[in-house]
């Protein structure tokens, strides 16, 4: 059995429920079917109102979220620490010791870090 590396469900994520509205009529218009699910992290979201249920609502938001690009890049942060080497990287640029600037000076290549 595979281990599994994290997971996300509703309580990662912020559900919103509204008046769908549009065609259904009465029904539409005195219950809060339409659902919105926000995933906090990646600020992701899905919204599903085409059901009369909002279970099943709640259901297609979900699975509309996670199918967004928003959501799919977080899942590739993840589980593949993209995003980390890129600060790691940041962190050592702004120590400019590790640096040596050189430029040409009359054909030469000359340590210029002095100039910085």
Request: proline share 1%.
């Amino acid at each position: 059995m595979a281990e599994l590396a994290f997971s996300v469900g509703l309580a990662d994520c912020e559900v919103q429920t509204f008046r769908s509205g549009g065609k259904g009529g009465q029904h539409q218009n005195k219950t809060e079917s339409g659902v919105r699910v926000i995933h906090r992290d990646s600020g992701a979201r899905g919204e599903s109102r085409e059901h009369r249920s909002q279970y099943q609502n709640k259901r297609a938001a979900f699975t509309r979220m996670v199918e967004t690009p928003a959501f799919q890049a977080y899942i590739r942060r993840r589980l593949y620490g993209i995003g980390r080497a890129e600060a790691e990287v940041a962190r050592e640029m702004e120590n400019s010791a590790n640096f040596l600037v050189e430029g040409r000076e009359n054909g030469r290549w000359v340590s210029m870090s002095n100039a910085f």
